[in-house]
């Protein structure tokens, strides 16, 4: 009864983000949609969990193994969502690929399956022995969560290589994502765990209820930190001495994006190895949350994405123009380590900085 409860309660909460991410495209940014696809997708794949946990897949039996498809595509989507919603460099090509591979097998491998009756969907899955270490259900789930394991534990990394080099405010919900990311991941480490001891049922309930209780206690976070955030910006307006309104006119934002594009120009600024949002925001004198605005409306692209391109335009000359090494050219334009510029070269050039010296160079 409780678990049917809070399956439920994650479904609708599901629903209710989707719509809520959705509906920000409209005032705040153009890349919740894939954040509202994704919990809409999410709201799919609960409305699976919640038919087979309560008993009634015997019914609709055209829905049988549909949530293990759903269940291998939610840590991709949700990858691609959160890297476009917080504006983070694009991943190299290889690993879109990588990321459909396993989707597209499972899918092909159980397409005669998807395609039969549903008296063949009942005997085969009846025929198959689901509290089995071995059983191809319980193979299944493990998959599920090793690979979902994989992918969020990457994404979880990069999304601490970029807070950290962009400073940690660089989007105010940027916290939030990250340590409920951390919690995802300890989570399907246990629910691994469990796979192994109790296979079968039992381990995929446990999940399934995790992945409910993890929705629920992202909602009431992230609607409780909005709710902060808008609280904050009403005292904004009550001190326009101090602080910039959120919303910010045309005209204004116009005005703003010239100011920011002259001082992302600035080679003093832009070749600062601490230039971060905060001290753009400050010479701007608007809050950091409105400087992300104003970038992103007047540039159609982060901060981040604004002055790593900046610095690669100057990294390539450099590279054509003097022998000076790679690490030392990376330096010179405010990267602070060989690897995030050989990283953020490759990532807008696709070439290494070595490789794009050798073509070019006369």
Known sequence: MLGSILISAGLIQSIFLGFYFGLQEKSKNISSRYLGFFFLFLAMFMACNLVYFTGNIIE???LMKVGYLFGFCIAPSFSVSVVRYFGIPKEKAIWNPIYLIVPILFLLYETP???????DKIKILSDIATNDFFSELNIIQMMILGYS???????YFRFQIEMKHFAKDIHWEGKIFYQYLLYLIIWLLFCILVCV????????????????IWILGFAWHRIYLDKNIMNHLQIQKQDPSKYQKSYIPEKQMLELGKHLETIVNNKDYL??????????????GLSNHSTSQVCNRFFGKSLIDVIQEKRIEHAKIALLDTKKTVLRIGFDVGFNSK????RAFKEVTKLTPTEYRNQNKS
């Open 113 to 119: 399956f998807y395609l039969s009756n549903a008296e």
């Open 149 to 155: 394991f994989f992918i969020f534990l990457r994404l």
């Open 197 to 212: 001891i109790l296979p079968g049922k039992i381990s995929e309930t446990i999940s399934n209820l995790g992945i409910s």
């Open 271 to 284: 070749f600062n190895g601490d230039l971060n949002l905060a001290n753009i925001a400050n010479t701007l």
């Open 339 to 342: 690897n995030s510029f050989i």
């Open 60 to 62: 609709y039996p055209h």
